[in-house]
């Protein structure tokens, strides 16, 4: 089984989090600002979930972002 050198979150998952998380905070504003405008739950997560997958995707992995494989003593092998 293949561990990460650090227990601290990869790049890409730490992009991606900041990129729900603000879709959420803007979705929030522009229904503040424009009342009326009507964006539905399925919207929203549509939204969302291609926002973070794009973060995702486009974040590159940094150089502590390596993994360890098993029996192969403590020589990283860097992913991406």
């Not at 959420?24 to 973070?52: H, M, N, R, Y």
Request: charged share 15%; aromatic share 4%.
């Amino acid at each position: 089984m293949n561990r990460m050198i650090s227990s601290r979150p990869t790049a890409k998952v730490i992009g991606s989090t900041i990129a729900a998380a603000l879709t959420t905070v803007v979705i929030a504003v522009i229904k503040a600002i424009w009342p009326d405008l009507v964006i539905s739950a399925e919207l929203q997560g549509a939204i969302t979930t291609i926002l973070t997958f794009a973060a995702g995707y486009l974040t590159p992995p940094a150089d502590a972002d390596r993994i360890q494989r098993a029996g192969e003593g403590s020589d990283p092998v860097k992913i991406g």
